[in-house]
């Protein structure tokens, strides 16, 4: 967890909670901005850590209070924690572009050996581009792959996109160690913080999203919305920043 932890600490400003939503699909803070993560309901399911308290109300903590649940072994409070963290921080917007990272992994994987740990819309589209493609889930779909190959199939990849749910179930600090160096990495989904400390461990790419329409937003997850049908309210927006050194 020293990627959180570094998230944590890189953080300069904090706000008062204002409102913590969790649906089906997402778990929302807001706070300064409204933050998303994923609400992961299939792991809190099977948590044996889980805790059904926290020390006090959500509404009179800071946001930063609530980040530090990040590093919590509860996934459904961790999931609060990550919300928090991207509650309050925002991206250089000066150096992001709107860009879905499917689209960076569709033409920029031609040909390549792609690794993907997540299970995420646009694989079928990449399966037709890439030389190989490799689909690491826990919760496995036909064609995908358990997530113990990581070990490998990573090692032998060109392009590895992380689903940024590995920040909330703590395995990032692993999967990175087992990229290649010269590889292309990306974490992507709307769980991603838009933190320049995760350039610091390896990470090119970072794919996340920014809320635009706090209520709509709300709404639907409390209605619960998927991330395509969320995207579709036009209450969010799209963003992929690059590291500086990424060529």
């Not at 939503?21 to 803070?29: D, L, N, P, Q, S």
Request: with cysteine; hydrophobic share 40%; aromatic share 8%.
């Amino acid at each position: 967890m020293e990627i959180l932890r570094s998230i944590i600490q890189g953080i300069t400003n904090d706000s008062p909670v204002k409102e913590v939503t969790k649906g089906i699909y997402w778990t929302a803070v807001v706070s300064r901005l409204c933050g998303l993560s994923s609400t992961m309901i299939r792991d809190c399911a099977y948590d044996d850590n889980a805790e059904t308290l926290h020390e006090k109300p959500y509404s009179e903590m800071t946001a930063l209070e609530l980040a530090s649940y990040s590093l919590m072994p509860d996934i459904s409070r961790a999931s609060v924690g990550l919300a928090a963290i991207n509650s309050i921080i925002e991206p250089d917007y000066s150096r992001c572009v709107e860009m879905n990272a499917s689209e960076f992994l569709i033409e920029h994987g031609k040909g390549m050996n792609i690794s993907v740990v997540g299970h995420f819309p646009f694989t079928d589209d990449l399966r037709k581009t890439a030389k190989t493609l490799w689909v690491i889930e826990k919760w496995q779909r036909p064609g995908d792959v358990p997530e113990g190959e990581a070990k490998r199939y990573l090692p032998i990849s060109d392009i590895i996109a992380m689903s940024s749910t590995t920040l909330i179930n703590h395995t990032l600090d692993y999967l990175l160690a087992l990229c290649p160096k010269e590889s292309i990495k990306m974490l992507l989904g709307p769980t991603t913080p838009f933190s320049e400390v995760l350039f610091q461990y390896g990470i090119d790419i970072i794919s996340g999203s920014r809320v635009l329409d706090t209520n709509t937003a709300l709404k639907s997850i409390r209605e619960g919305a998927n991330f395509r049908q969320l995207k579709r309210t036009g209450a969010i927006r799209l963003l992929t920043m690059v590291s500086k050194t990424f060529k």
